[in-house]
């Protein structure tokens, strides 16, 4: 069985600081991974996915993640932090032959960015 | 283009009642997904519908919850009686294909459920 698990529920950065959001998975297939964004009052939006191609993975709003077999890890990080930053994130795993179908969620983490 | 809609937005129900949640997915998209996410948890895979078709719905909690999709357009879910552990977010997503490369599953905003 497939898990996520997110370290932290929420986290707190300075505006301009790093943004390190940490996702660690159990799977017993080579996995797809993704990370997921809800903005307040919107739904999920995908910011990136690993599919098993470059294991680092570049998605919008300068946001990247990087595979990390040997960790079972898929940790989001952006270099710096912008106020439109806060949100909430989720990490989730699918397995590649099941693709979108049933994706496994993290508990999220909430992102809060001070001026 | 419209993306996955959902509505009510919000459902205060007592505990007992009948509530129906409707996802309109975006047009063309065969598959369609709901999720559910009680209160500080993990969003949890409910069920998947290839066009009118349950693909899978292993994640269904019980029998008081019905998911349909006639036509295989919009999709209810109807939970009878509701109980106070079916409050929570649920969520529709809906996509093209299902685990191709450029495939992405589109969420909507969810209906937040509180059984009171």
């Known amino acids: 069985a497939q898990s996520v698990t997110q370290l932290g529920s929420h986290v707190s950065v300075s505006e301009g600081a790093l943004v390190l959001l940490r996702c660690n998975y159990s799977?017993?297939?080579?996995?797809?991974l993704f990370w997921y964004v809800q903005y307040p009052n919107q739904g999920l939006q995908l910011l990136l996915k690993?599919?098993?191609?470059?294991?680092l993975v570049k998605g919008i709003n300068g946001f990247e993640a990087e595979f990390k077999k040997s960790e079972t890890s898929f940790h989001l990080t952006k270099p710096s932090a912008h106020m439109s930053d806060a949100a909430e994130y989720f990490c989730?795993?699918?397995?590649?032959?099941?693709?979108?179908?049933?994706?496994?969620f993290g508990t999220g983490t909430r992102l809060l960015v001070s001026p | 283009e419209a993306g996955v809609t959902q509505f009510p937005s919000h459902s205060v129900i007592e505990k007992g009642q009948t509530v129906t949640l409707r996802c309109d997915p975006i047009?063309?998209?065969?598959?369609l997904y709901w999720y559910r996410r009680v209160m500080g948890k993990e969003i949890k895979f409910l069920l998947h519908f290839v066009k009118e078709s349950k693909q899978d719905e292993s994640g269904m909690p019980n029998n008081r919850f019905l998911a349909e999709r006639t036509g295989g357009t919009y999709s209810t879910l109807k939970v009878q009686p509701a109980e106070l552990e079916d409050s929570g977010v649920y969520f529709c997503a809906s996509s093209l294909g299902t685990g191709g490369l450029n495939t992405e599953a589109f969420f909507g905003q969810g209906t937040r459920l509180t059984v009171v």
């Open positions: 989730a795993v699918s397995d590649p032959n099941t693709g979108f179908q049933k994706l496994v």
């Open positions: 799977s017993s297939v080579p996995p797809y």
């Open positions: 047009s063309g998209h065969d598959n």
């Open positions: 690993y599919t098993s191609a470059a294991t």
